[in-house]
């Protein structure tokens, strides 16, 4: 027994001994570790304790730059204050930069003066207007030239260069609801300038906006009357000459006082629909009571245009207006319509309907615009000459494209913003009037017009046309194909 014992007691110790030393050996191992540990700790906080006295030394640097900077201003801004004016020339009878500068400093402090002191614009002078505070910032300046040269076979044309339109815009953002927009038109060199020179004011319009769907308009209205009359611009258009019926039937530029109601709506998600709606004085007149009419087979409805700055003004009311809607991008229908009176008595109505359309597809586009004119005739306007309806409509296709070999000779010239264009347009207009012995004459008017152009930029186009007409009327067709070169740009 007592064998067995001591062989218990020799088998423990022989399994428990190397055990305790393995136990000791591991936590000599992690006391080692979390030694380690503290020490890199250690180190981290004494070199963010250095990282953080480095950057609060920077700031105190900066601040220090700052300040010296500040001072230095100081001093250049009292040296410029007492340095006396730079002359931009003699000073006999000239401004210095330094006299133009407190001038106007002047002039805004004088204008500003009445707001400051709460006072009503009827304690102001001459130098207190509005736009003087406001540094001119919320005005606009800009317009269009074009210029062209014209060759038709009809030796008793007109040929060679003509400048036709110069037309500077101005638009002003009164305020957050109060819009104003003007143009003035400069034809054939204005006043003097021959070949029916004027200058005229092309519309000017006061906006009031008070929601997206309705806002007011009035004052002298481009009438909505089809899509061209709105967006008549020459560096808009791809042929020099507008389509015959924006000549004939509705003559553009064509402009009325009155004032009336515009808006977007939004169908659906992607649909939006726009309206404009005016009343005006009418602006056609287009038979008198001795019997003289300015409605004819030569130019359809373009001598019945009227306006306040001359004695053809009618005096009538008209209401026009126009709805168009756009399913899609890239895709957009319009109607619009206008009536009045167009004679001295009242007794005879003008009515005159449009369609139009644009559809683009990448590069192509596709656009319309056709009008009817149902024009009233009692017998007193029968027997002057005025006799049946008018109508006319064109359609344009146009296609963008740029080689890309042209870019590889002349990058300065043909650049990504640079296009050529392709049109090609199509042209019927039947106006009624008389002949030289006042007998009944249709004259059915067509023409084809294939054109090329190229815009360096957006702004700018060169075109090259070349009208081939067609005429239906009851006297011998003359040779008045045209080939027409002409510039036009904003600017």
């Known amino acids: 027994m007592k064998r067995v014992c001591l062989f218990v007691v020799l088998a423990g110790m022989f399994f428990f001994i190397p055990q305790a030393f393995a ?61 006396p004016a730079v002359s931009t020339g003699t000073k006999g009878g000239q401004i210095t930069a330094g006299e133009d500068l407190e001038k106007e400093l002047y002039l805004s402090k004088k204008s500003s003066e009445l707001v400051e002191k709460e006072l009503a614009p009827s304690f102001g002078g001459v130098y207190t207007k509005p736009f003087l505070r406001r540094y001119g910032r919320n005005t606009y300046v800009g317009g269009y030239m074009d210029f062209e040269f014209r060759a038709p076979e009809d030796e008793d044309a007109a ?65 909505p ?7 008549h611009d020459s560096p808009l258009q791809d ?13 553009t530029t064509l402009t009325d006082l009155g004032m009336g109601f515009f808006g977007t709506l939004y169908p659906t998600e992607l649909s939006k629909l726009d309206y404009e709606i005016y009343v005006t004085d009418g602006i ?84 319309g615009e056709g009008a009817y004119a149902f024009i009233e005739t009692d017998d007193f306007a029968k027997d002057s000459g005025i006799t049946d309806d008018m109508w ?35 042209d019927q207009v039947q106006t009624a009037g008389r002949d030289d012995d006042f007998e009944k004459v249709h004259w059915l008017r067509s023409r084809i017009t294939p054109g090329l152009n190229y815009r360096y930029t957006e702004d700018t186009v060169f075109k090259l046309d070349y009208q081939i007409n067609m005429e239906n009327k009851d006297m011998p067709d003359e040779a008045n194909n045209a080939f027409l070169f002409s510039v036009a740009t904003y600017f």
Request: net charge negative.
């Open 23 to 83: 136990q000791s050996g591991e936590t000599e191992m992690l006391n080692n570790r979390v030694e380690a540990l503290e020490n890199e700790l250690a180190e981290i906080k004494e070199l963010l304790k250095k990282q953080l006295s480095r950057d609060i030394q920077k700031d105190e640097e900066l601040a220090g730059l700052k300040k010296q900077l500040a001072e230095q201003a100081d001093v250049i801004s009292s040296k410029v204050e007492s340095a």
């Open 159 to 223: 040929h060679g260069f003509t400048q036709k339109r110069f037309i500077p815009f101005l638009y002003s953002d009164i305020s957050d609801r109060v819009k104003l927009a003007t143009e003035i038109e400069f034809e054939y060199g204005g006043v003097g300038g021959g070949r029916s020179g004027e200058v005229i004011l092309e519309f000017g319009t006061i906006d009031f906006l008070v929601t997206e769907w309705i806002n007011w308009r009035g004052g002298y209205l481009l009438t």
């Open 225 to 231: 009357l089809g899509k061209f009359n709105l967006v």
């Open 239 to 251: 042929f020099t000459d507008r389509p015959l019926v924006n000549q004939l039937i509705i003559p």
């Open 284 to 367: 056609f007149k287009g038979l008198d009571e001795d019997g003289s009419i300015s409605i004819g087979e030569s130019n359809g409805l373009r001598g019945a245009k009227g306006g306040y700055f001359d004695d053809n003004y009618n005096k009538s009311p008209a209401v026009v207006g126009r709805v168009s809607y756009s399913p899609f991008i890239g895709l957009d229908f319009g109607a619009s319509a206008y009536t009045s009176r167009y004679d001295e008595n009242n007794d005879n109505q003008l009515t005159i309907s449009a369609l139009d359309f644009i559809y683009q597809r990448g590069a192509f586009e596709f656009l």
């Open 392 to 426: 006319g409509y064109y359609f344009e296709a146009r296609y963008h494209f740029m080689p890309s070999f042209l870019k590889s000779i002349s990058p300065q010239l043909f650049s990504e913003n640079s296009t050529f264009t392709a049109a090609l347009r199509w």
